[in-house]
C-alpha cells in the first residue's frame, strides 16, 4: 500500500493535472448536491425507501423477503442499487443525500477507471490529461453522478470491469474480478440482459483471437458468469413465462406484476425486425442532437457531450479502428473498447431510446472522443489549445445553466418541497392526511419521508388496481391520495400550491412551501359542504387574479406573483403605515362578512371595512409568514351606500390574497 501510494504522490508531482482536473470534476458533482436536483424524483424515492425496508425489515414494500429485483410500482425496479446504498443508509439513515450518496460515489470513481483504463492503453501523458479532462467536464455524467437512477449504476460497473480486463493482460487473475463484475451489472438495469452477454461473448471472441486468452481461463470465467448469473437468469424465464417466484432463505425471485423490460425492449416483446429501423432512427436523431427531450437528463444545447464532441468521437473511432487493424496483438485493449462500442449501438436496434435507456454507450463514446482530440492535437499546431478552450467555454456556460437555470426548471419534476410538506402534515396532525394526485406516485413519498414500516403498508394498503404495471395506492394506514373537494375536520390536505383551495367547514391554517402547502383543519365538522357564499355584487378581483383591476394601490403596494396564496397574483404592502390598497364598491343592503388570507413580516397592518367613513369591523394582521384566515365579524349593508375594502400597512411587509365579501 505503501508503494502505491509513493507512486501515485511521485505522479502528482510530475504531472498534477490529472489531479486538478479530479478536484474539478468531483467538485461539479458534489456542490449543492443535496438541492440540486431539488427535492426527490419518484424512482429515487423508491428505491431508497426499499433499500432502507430491506435493511431494516429483510422485505421491501411489497413484503418480498431480500429479492434479487424489486418489484416496486408492480413492473419491478433492479435492486443491485439499493443493496449498495444500506451502508450509506446505515450511516445517515434515510435521506436523499443518503440514497444519492451511490450515484455520487460511483461518479467519482469512474472518474478514476476512465482515466487509468486510457493510460492503459495509451502510454502519453498527454491522453491521460485528456482523458481526465473530458470525463471531469462532461454534462451526461455530471448530471447522472447527481441523483439516484439506479440505472446509471450500469455503465460505471461495465467500466470498472473493463478496467479488470486490461490488467489482466498482464496478469490472468484479474479476468475473474472482470467476469464478477460483468456478471453483477446484470442486476443494475434491464438493458444489462441483452448488452452483457454479447458484450461477453464478443470479448472472448476477441481476446482469442489475439491469443491474449486461453482457453482454460474462458471456461473457468464463463462458470463463475453462470453461477452469478443464474438467479437473474431464473428472474427473467419467470416473467417471461407468467411462472411461480421462487423463495429461498437467501434470497426472493419475485415475479412482477408485468415486467417492464418488454415494454421498453423489442426482442423480449417480439417486434425486432418490426421497431428496429424505428429505435435505430430514434437513436441517431439523439446522437446528433444530444438531447432526448428528458430534462433531467440533458440540458440543451450542452447535450450529453457537447456539440463539438461529435466530430472528435468521429476522428476517434477511426483512429481506433485503424490502430487495432494495424497492431491487433498489441492493440486488443482498444478492441474491446471498439466492441464495447459496436455492442451498445446494437442496442439501439431493440430498445426503445433514450439517454437512460441507451447510456451504455456514452463511456466508450467519451473513448472516441479523447482518441480524435489526441490525434488532432499530435498533427494540427493549436488544435489542442483551441479545441481545449471550446469545450472549456462550453463547460463554463452548461455549469451557469446547471446551478442557476437548472433547478428551477427542473423542481416541478422533481416536486420540490414536497417531501417537507409531508413531513409538515404528519406531524401536525394526528387525523388523516389527505394527499393530491398532483405528484405521480405519491404515496411512496409518504414511506420515504416518515419511514413507515413495511409490514404496516402491507396490512392496510388499498389500490386503485391491483395487478397493474404501476399501481396507484388510494390509500394506507392514515393517508388517503387523490383529489379532494372538501378538508374533513382534524385533517390535513397536500396539495401544489397553485391548485385552488378546497372546501372546508372548519376553522383552517395554511402553512406554504416552495411548490405544496399544507391546510390544517381544526374544530368539529358537520361533514357536509359549507352552502356557497355569494360574493358582494359589486365587489370585484378579489384574489388579484385580474391585476390592480378595481384596486386602489398607494406608493409602496402593488400586485406580485412571488407567493401567492392560490392561483398566481397577490397584493403585497411594504412595511410603514401610510402604505394602503383598497377597493371601494356597491352592495345590495344585506349582512355581509369580510374575510382575507393574510401573512406579514410584522405587526400593525390592519384589514377592514366601512360605510360613508364609518368603519363597521376592523382587525389586526397577525405578524408570521405563512398565511392566516382572518375574518371579520358580520356587518351589515345598507341598500345602495359606498363600501369599502381597506388594507393598511404596519412595521413588516405585508401579503394579501383571496380577498372575501360574502353574503
Not at 140 to 147: D, E, G, K, P, T
Request: aromatic fraction near 14%.
Amino acid at each position: 500500500m505503501s508503494g502505491i501510494l509513493k507512486r501515485v504522490y511521485n505522479s502528482c508531482i510530475h504531472n498534477p493535472w490529472p489531479l486538478l482536473l479530479f478536484l474539478l470534476g468531483a467538485t461539479v458533482r458534489i456542490l449543492y448536491i443535496t438541492s440540486i436536483p431539488p427535492g426527490l424524483n419518484q424512482d429515487e424515492a423508491s428505491i431508497g425507501y426499499d433499500a432502507y425496508a430491506i435493511l431494516h425489515y429483510g422485505m421491501d414494500r411489497n413484503g418480498v423477503h431480500l429479492p434479487i429485483h424489486l418489484i416496486a410500482w408492480g413492473s419491478g425496479q433492479n435492486a443491485l442499487y439499493a443493496y449498495l446504498s444500506m451502508p450509506f443508509l446505515l450511516l445517515f439513515g434515510l435521506t436523499p443525500l443518503s440514497v444519492r450518496a451511490l450515484s455520487l460515489l460511483m461518479g467519482l470513481l469512474s472518474m478514476l477507471f476512465f482515466y487509468l483504463i486510457i493510460k492503459r492503453l495509451s502510454a502519453s501523458t498527454r491522453a491521460g490529461i485528456a482523458a481526465m479532462f473530458f470525463i471531469a467536464i462532461n454534462p451526461w455524467h455530471i448530471m447522472m453522478s447527481r441523483w439516484a437512477l439506479e440505472s446509471n449504476l450500469f455503465p460505471t460497473l461495465i467500466l470498472i470491469s473493463v478496467y479488470f480486463l486490461l490488467r489482466s493482460f498482464a496478469d490472468p487473475r484479474w479476468f475473474f474480478a472482470f467476469t464478477g463484475i460483468l456478471a453483477l451489472s446484470l442486476y443494475a438495469y434491464g438493458t444489462a440482459y441483452f448488452f452483457v452477454p454479447l458484450f461477453a461473448l464478443g470479448t472472448a471472441i476477441l481476446l482469442l483471437y489475439s491469443k491474449v486468452l486461453k482457453l482454460r481461463t474462458l471456461v473457468w470465467n464463463a462458470l463463475l458468469f453462470a453461477v452469478v448469473a443464474l438467479p437473474i437468469l431464473l428472474f427473467i424465464v419467470i416473467n417471461h413465462y407468467s411462472m411461480q417466484g421462487i423463495a429461498t432463505p437467501v434470497f426472493t425471485i419475485p415475479k412482477l406484476t408485468m415486467p417492464r423490460v418488454e415494454q421498453i425492449s423489442s426482442v423480449f416483446g417480439g417486434q425486432l425486425w418490426k421497431t428496429a429501423a424505428d429505435n435505430f432512427s430514434a437513436f441517431s436523431r439523439l446522437m446528433y442532437s444530444g438531447n432526448d427531450g428528458l430534462p433531467w437528463n440533458s440540458i440543451s444545447p450542452y447535450g450529453y457531450a457537447y456539440p463539438i464532441g461529435l466530430p472528435f468521437a468521429l476522428i476517434g473511432l477511426i483512429v481506433l479502428i485503424h490502430l487495432w487493424w494495424t497492431r491487433r496483438r498489441e492493440a486488443a485493449g482498444v478492441g474491446v473498447v471498439l466492441v464495447w462500442f459496436l455492442m451498445a449501438v446494437l442496442m439501439a436496434f431493440i430498445t426503445t431510446v433514450n439517454i437512460n435507456r441507451i447510456n451504455i454507450i456514452f463511456y466508450p463514446f467519451i473513448m472516441l472522443v479523447t482518441a480524435g482530440f489526441v490525434w488532432l492535437a499530435g498533427r494540427v499546431k493549436g488544435a489542442a489549445v483551441l479545441a481545449g478552450a471550446v469545450f472549456v467555454i462550453m463547460f463554463v456556460l452548461f455549469s451557469n445553466a446547471y446551478f442557476r437555470d437548472f433547478p428551477g426548471r427542473i423542481g416541478p419534476a422533481f416536486y420540490d418541497s414536497f417531501g417537507e410538506a409531508v413531513d409538515y402534515a404528519s406531524a401536525q396532525t394526528s387525523g388523516e392526511v389527505y394527499v393530491t394526485d398532483e405528484v405521480n406516485m405519491p404515496y411512496i413519498y409518504v414511506l420515504f419521508y416518515e419511514k413507515i414500516s413495511p409490514h404496516e403498508f402491507q396490512q392496510s394498503v388499498v389500490y386503485s388496481n391491483p395487478g397493474a404495471a404501476f399501481q396507484q395506492v388510494t390509500a394506507f394506514g392514515r393517508y388517503r391520495f387523490g383529489k379532494l373537494d372538501m378538508v374533513p375536520a382534524n385533517a390535513a390536505y397536500i396539495f401544489g400550491n397553485s391548485s385552488p383551495l378546497p372546501a372546508v367547514s372548519t376553522e383552517y391554517t395554511v402553512k406554504r412551501f416552495a411548490g405544496y402547502s399544507v391546510l390544517l383543519t381544526t374544530g368539529k365538522a358537520d361533514g357536509l359542504p359549507a352552502a356557497p357564499a355569494a360574493e358582494a355584487a359589486e365587489f370585484l378581483n378579489g384574489g388579484f387574479e385580474e391585476g390592480t383591476s378595481g384596486w386602489s394601490f398607494s406608493a409602496g403596494t402593488g400586485v406580485a406573483d412571488n407567493n401567492p396564496y392560490s392561483g398566481s397574483q397577490l397584493a403585497y404592502l411594504d412595511a410603514g403605515q401610510d402604505k394602503s390598497v383598497s377597493q371601494t364598491f356597491t352592495a345590495e343592503a344585506g349582512v355581509y362578512k369580510l374575510s382575507v388570507m393574510a401573512s406579514s413580516g410584522g405587526s400593525g397592518g390592519k384589514i377592514g371595512i366601512r360605510e360613508d367613513g364609518t368603519v363597521l369591523a376592523e382587525a389586526e394582521l397577525p405578524a408570521g409568514d405563512d398565511y392566516r384566515q382572518i375574518t371579520l365579524p358580520a356587518v351589515t349593508l345598507e341598500q345602495g351606500v359606498q363600501t369599502e375594502i381597506y388594507i393598511t400597512g404596519g412595521n413588516g411587509w405585508i401579503n394579501i390574497d383571496e380577498v372575501r365579501v360574502e353574503r
